[in-house]
């Protein structure tokens, strides 16, 4: 069993109805933790500082007018992506931005109010506001040095670690699994009371800060599946539109970077940052397809 594999299926045992139980726990996926490295341990990411891009890569900005901060830059080729269900690169770097309104910029130098990130919603053209990108190993970089409209986070080095991950009580496939079983796990997970009590349980056993690649968001609020799929119908369908979870289903997260301090990242009130795709789009790399939310109290 991998870290947290055992813990996790005892809670779900013990707050969860024993047929509800079993189809959480046949959900648990692995992710890796993306812990801040000790002594000793090898650097495999890193959060803040300066991103190393190619010449002819731009710093990402939104519509040419707002740097994005730079978040982090994971090294594939350092990480164990091969334990994941998730089909991750096997080499080289992932690089993650999102222009953040918590670091002090709140109009541009001509007065100009900078947008609050939200892109759960109608307006598609959001997801502007972050990016991913991939580079293949052999691509020469260089450090860069950071735009005139930013302050670089602090430099925080990440080691890793495989740890397991279950699915939040709202999530589409747990909701789809659980209703099947029989009529009482139906009442169970109708009501919404039957969700605090998992969901701390997990909270309190995951290791902090919460970054990790792959496996199950931990959300603060709804499954972040559902943020996905709301954004790819650019809000043209309601939360209980049936067509919602459905499309949900199709996106899987990729990376979740929670509010650090040491990192001097804070989103919104304590919040976490995520990054979700499509399988078909991350098996062909295309991650200028990847949708994004975040979440906070």
């Known amino acids: 069993m991998i870290f947290l594999e055992e813990q996790l299926t005892e809670l779900a045992r013990r707050h969860l109805p024993p047929a509800v139980a079993e189809e959480w726990i046949a959900l648990i ?5 993306l812990r801040h490295r000790t002594d000793g341990e090898p650097t495999l990411g890193r959060l803040g500082g300066l991103p190393s891009l190619p010449g002819d890569v731009p710093w990402p900005s939104w519509e040419g007018r707002w740097s994005l901060n730079f978040v982090a830059s994971l090294d594939c080729g350092r990480l164990p992506v091969a334990s994941l269900d998730l089909d991750l690169p096997a080499e080289g770097t992932l690089l993650f931005f999102y222009l953040d309104n918590e670091d002090g910029r ?8 900078l947008p609050v990130p939200e892109v759960a919603g109608e ?65 169970f ?3 919404y009371r039957s969700a605090e009590p998992i969901y701390n349980a997990v909270t309190d056993v995951m290791p902090w800060p919460m970054h990790w690649l792959g496996g199950h968001a931990r959300p603060v609020q709804d499954a972040v599946e559902l943020d996905a799929a709301y954004t790819a119908f650019a809000g043209r369908v309601g939360f209980d539109d049936p067509r919602l979870a459905e499309e949900a289903s199709r996106w899987r997260p990729l990376a979740q970077f929670d509010s650090d301090e040491a990192a001097g990242m804070q989103w919104g009130d304590v919040g976490t940052i995520y990054w979700l795709m499509r399988p078909g789009d991350l098996a062909a790399r295309r991650f200028e397809a990847a949708a994004f939310t975040v979440q906070y109290c």
């Open 29 to 33: 996926r692995p992710a890796i933790h």
């Open 106 to 113: 709140s109009f541009d130098d001509e007065g100009s109010e």
């Open 123 to 187: 307006d598609q053209g959001s997801l502007a506001e972050t990016r991913v990108l991939y580079l293949p190993p052999g691509v020469e970089t260089a450090e860069r040095p950071a735009p005139g409209d930013i302050v670089p986070y602090p430099r925080v080095e990440l080691g890793a670690r495989l740890i397991a991950t279950g699915p939040d009580f709202s999530h589409p496939e747990f909701q789809e699994a659980a209703r099947r079983v029989g009529a009482s796990e139906r009442a």
């Open 189 to 191: 997970m109708d009501d």
